[in-house]
């Protein structure tokens, strides 16, 4: 019997570090991410003066733009709010990164979600609040893992990559939405469009400032969101499940040597991811919406995978990005209003921090970053 030689590390090896914080200093896990998003703002500001602003109407829209997002009790709200479904479903595609799994199905697994979520919520009329929203969220939880558990299933039983079915599972979400929203059980008595009846209010989030100001929208949602990153954390740096996980995202072939089942962890981390999306969609339906239409999901979805890339697939790093892309969305509306800057900027400025953060080299020369050891260039796509 001859021995294998130990493959080194590679660009596949390198990217899933890059991803997760494996093996990398400081400068790669906070300054590189925060020059990202420092270079994104400048250019952002650039664009808007390319449009014919001064540099006032510049610095007069990043002023709205910052009292928008945490200039006052109401700010905090809108940010706050935003960033929930966004902290759970970065989650979701962060926590298949650690395992080495790309996880880019949030967006139906938060159609789901939050349909099942709004099946729950119709139902039970009389229920003991408490119970309802718990059941309600149940549900959703439920239905995410179950649409993300399938794609894992899949991916352990013939090898199907997990990109390509949860991109074909999205969009059968999308369309199964569309056609139960057309249905008796869910669409409004006397409506002929596509929406759901309106979830019942024992079911919904409670609103947690409505003493202070009736039109705070900040909803018990942030907190299960956080409690979902703390739970996150506890499942992947406590528990050996967890340390399954990340060993088969380092290396599946030596991690099955050590007798890790790699086929049953990639089932469960999809179960998982899934489960995060759906709950996700359940606090949007459940804390904002109060019911369920086309689009609901707001591509929050896909947002995700930048809440990932730019937490570095940690659930505290996570819960970083999803409160600053919740400022964005919530100080580009006050940008708009105060400084008559079109609110796409944001998703122009969304876009350059994910190209910056994808490419960490670039931000590397450009600041004179060192790589803190790190040799390589990460220019190839997941390797697994």
Not at 93 to 101: D, E, K, P, R, T
Not at 301 to 310: K, R, S, Y
Request: no cysteine; net charge positive.
């Amino acid at each position: 019997m001859t021995d294998t030689p130990e493959k080194g590390p590679g660009i596949g090896d390198a990217l899933r570090d890059e991803m997760t914080g494996r093996g990398v200093d400081w400068r790669t896990l906070v300054l590189v991410p925060a020059l990202a998003v420092f270079s994104a703002l400048v250019i952002g500001g650039v664009i808007i003066l390319a449009t014919g602003s001064s540099v006032g109407n510049v610095l007069d829209a990043f002023g709205a733009l910052g009292r928008g997002s945490v200039g006052s009790l109401r700010a905090l709200s809108e940010t706050f709010t935003a960033a929930a479904p966004l902290i759970l479903a970065g989650l979701a595609v962060g926590i298949g990164f650690q395992a080495g799994l790309f996880n880019i199905g949030g967006e139906g697994q938060i159609v789901v979600g939050g349909l099942s979520a709004v099946a729950v919520g119709v139902s039970f009329e009389g229920l003991w609040a408490p119970l309802h929203v718990v059941l309600a969220l149940g549900g959703g939880v439920l239905a995410g893992a179950i649409w993300g558990g399938f794609p894992g299933w899949l991916r352990a039983q013939t090898g199907a990559h997990e990109v390509i079915t949860t991109i074909m599972l999205n969009a059968i979400a999308i369309r199964l939405a569309d056609f139960l929203l057309k249905t008796t059980f869910f669409q409004k008595e006397g409506s002929a469009n596509p929406v759901s009846k309106d979830v019942l209010e024992s079911a919904r989030l409670p609103r947690l400032l409505t003493f202070i100001d009736p039109r705070l929208r900040i909803h018990l949602g942030i907190f299960v969101a956080l409690a979902a990153a703390w739970f996150a954390y506890w499942l992947l740096f406590k528990t050996s499940i967890g340390f399954e996980f990340r060993a088969v995202g380092a290396n599946p072939h030596a991690a099955e040597y050590a007798g890790v089942k790699v086929k049953r962890t990639y089932f469960l981390v999809m179960a998982v991811a899934g489960a995060m999306a759906g709950l996700g969609g359940a606090n949007q339906v459940l804390g904002v919406l109060g019911r369920a239409t086309p689009g609901f999901s707001a591509n929050i979805g896909f947002d995700a995978i930048a809440m990932a890339l730019l937490g570095r697939s940690h659930p505290f790093g996570i819960v970083a990005a999803g409160i600053l892309f919740g400022g964005l969305r919530a100080g580009g509306q006050q940008m708009q209003v105060s400084a008559d800057v079109g609110i796409d900027i944001i998703s122009v400025i969304q876009a350059l921090i994910i190209v910056f953060i994808a490419a960490p080299a670039l931000i590397r020369a450009i600041y004179r970053v060192k790589a803190g050891g790190e040799s390589q260039q990460i220019t190839q796509g997941w390797a697994t």
